[in-house]
């Protein structure tokens, strides 16, 4: 290993065991956050040139005075009302390759405001931080992080949150080269638990089921040369806006976590280089029929929330068991997981794991009461795999591909049963999944290629189209109907509307400011509708903002405006960085 550079492995493509060398793999592993790795995970930078490009139109800024609160914010759109009260904001969780290998290469990011009959489409550094969140402010005020992984955070590999609660997604976790899978948040939702995998597993990508009961993280174990998808139970039980007063892992959540607990690790046949995870379940809170809310013991009021049913009240459990609020919880699940370099992709089987959660929590009033003694050795609650085998995830089925497989995601709406992975060739494979994705589970003849549609060659990422319009309207609720691509081959970002087995690309964006996208995350809307999607420019060395359609301030007076420039698209501005962005995940601050 003599004479070789930091961050660059002599083999980003190895494949072991039985034909990669040990060193390669090792090395790679270790650098996955640097350099080498995000050519390993992304490939090459585009050869397209601006020939042919747009520049898009961009409306200029002015000033929001915020009344002495803070020097404001830029924003673009509309006009300063005071008497216009309402206010929606949504901060991003930035991963970069910083310049200094002193930066966590960790950021929080303002992606869009809406205030006083304005709104900001500009990415910004957070106005509550008053200058501050770079890096990210949890990082300087968490010492329970620093504390569990052995020094300083560096080197982030992974960001994820959760979809399934439609703007609740209060944290995100991120993983980090150490093996410290961490929670972050905003101002209002602060991260507050972290912990870290075991010596030798160095995390590649992480999912988070629809309703924050678990965290899936794909590792790559370097001591033994295999990979292997780590499990997490999550919980919360603090009252966070309505949520559960006491803590119940494993069951849907909002996303504030204060608990999270390794329950073991499962290994993935045939694949020992993972590099992409998503997860689906056959219960979705946002797409019930009751918009999220619960429902009271006695069925009367369908606005529940879920601090007034303590399941340490027997009346209130039951409803969960053959009351109102039967039903209103994941069962069943699956998880997708691809592996570039080894050309598979990977189903895992979560109904074991769903089903341990049921029948704890929703059987007999003893088994309840087991679940009562929490805490992180493998016989309290939730146990891990070691102490109940039977709630192991199983791996369903793999399929080898002919391209290399290198974004992944599933429908996380219940009834469309369907994942979707993109090859380097520029090809989305529609998978029919069958019966995982609902309460029964499946079998592995359910998990087929069902269809496909050209996106652009090397997408590197698959977002969510998220809900828009206004309490959850079934016309504007897009996030099982459309996905939105990033083509880091054609520099471009390519909506996909879905319709059973078919899909089609219904409009494409390009900018000559966007030099080399790789990821993209579309923005929360709640109250106004602000269509804008924030994508990661690694080698441009910037976030930029782009809306896609007409603003309509739904609670906030009625105004709309449409995209400037008589086009499809306008830039929103830039956020720059002293590094290189790869992933961004964001959400409404509650």
């Excluded at 900001?120 to 509550?128: I, L």
């Excluded at 009021?301 to 919880?329: K, M, V």
């Excluded at 079998?443 to 319009?469: H, L, M, Q």
Aim: neutral net charge; hydrophobic residues 35%; aromatic residues 10%.
């Amino acid at each position: 290993m003599t004479g070789k550079t930091l961050g660059t492995p002599r083999n980003t493509t190895v494949v072991a065991p039985g034909g990669g060398d040990a060193a390669d793999y090792q090395q790679l592993a270790q650098n996955y956050s640097l350099a080498a790795g995000m050519e390993y995970r992304y490939g090459s930078p585009s050869t397209v040139s601006d020939n042919g490009f747009p520049t898009l139109y961009q409306p200029s800024s002015r000033r929001f005075d915020n009344h002495g609160n803070g020097s404001g914010w830029d924003y673009q759109i509309g006009s300063q009302d005071i008497s216009k009260n309402d206010y929606m904001s949504n901060h991003a969780q930035l991963l970069f390759v910083p310049d200094a290998i002193t930066h966590p290469g960790l950021a929080v990011v303002q992606t869009m405001v809406m205030a006083e009959g304005t709104v900001s489409e500009k990415p910004e550094t957070p106005w509550v931080y008053y200058g501050g969140g770079n890096p990210i402010i949890d990082l300087t005020t968490r010492l329970n992080y620093v504390l569990t992984n052995g020094g300083p955070l560096r080197q982030p590999t992974a960001v994820a949150h959760s979809y399934g609660q439609d703007t609740w997604s209060t944290n995100s976790l991120v993983t980090f080269q150490s093996g410290l899978v961490a929670a972050f948040g905003s101002n209002t939702g602060p991260g507050n638990v972290a912990v870290k995998l075991a010596a030798g597993k160095v995390p590649t990508a992480i999912a988070i089921t629809p309703n924050n009961e678990f965290a899936l993280v794909t590792v790559w174990d370097t001591n033994q040369r295999k990979g292997q998808v780590a499990v997490l139970a999550l919980g919360t039980g603090n009252s966070f806006w309505g949520d559960w007063s006491e803590n119940y892992p494993g069951f849907r959540n909002k996303g504030l976590f204060t608990f999270m607990k390794i329950l073991g690790y499962i290994d993935l046949p045939g694949m020992t280089q993972p590099t992409e995870i998503c997860t689906a379940a056959d219960y979705t809170a946002s797409s019930d029929d009751n918009d999220s809310w619960l429902v009271s013991p006695d069925g009367r009021d369908r606005r529940y929330e879920s601090r007034e049913l303590p399941f340490s009240n027997e009346t209130n459990r039951l409803s969960f068991i053959s009351g109102g609020n039967r039903g209103r919880y994941a069962r069943s699940g699956y998880a997708t997981i691809i592996s570039k370099a080894e050309k598979k992709v990977l189903f895992l089987d979560l109904k074991p794991l769903f089903a341990q959660m049921h029948n704890m929590y929703f059987t007999s009033r003893s088994n309840f009461l087991l679940t009562q003694n929490t805490g992180m050795q493998a016989n309290q609650w939730p146990y891990s795999f070691d102490v109940a085998p039977g709630s192991t995830p199983t791996v369903a089925k793999v399929v080898d591909m002919a391209q290399a497989p290198t974004a992944v995601r599933a429908n996380i709406i219940p009834g469309y049963n369907q994942a979707y992975v993109a090859t380097i060739d520029g090809t989305l494979h529609l998978f029919g999944v069958g019966g995982y994705s609902t309460t029964n589970g499946g079998t592995p003849a359910d998990i087929r290629e069902v269809g496909s549609v050209a996106v652009g060659s090397n997408p590197t990422s698959i977002a969510y189209s998220k809900n828009k319009g206004y309490n959850n309207d079934a016309n504007t609720c897009n996030i099982g109907k459309e996905l939105i691509v990033c083509s880091r081959g054609e520099r471009a970002i390519k909506w996909v509307q879905l319709s059973g087995n078919s899909a089609t690309v219904t409009k494409t964006l390009r900018d000559t400011r966007l030099k080399d996208p790789v990821w993209v995350e579309d923005n929360d809307n709640h109250g106004s509708e602000v269509p804008v999607v924030s994508v990661t420019d690694y080698n441009g060395r910037q976030l930029l903002n782009y809306r896609y359609g007409t603003i309509i301030f739904h609670t906030n007076g009625g105004n709309t405006y449409g995209v400037g420039g008589n086009g499809q698209f306008e830039c929103g501005g830039a956020y720059p960085l002293q590094g290189r962005p790869f992933q961004v995940s964001g959400s409404n601050v509650p």
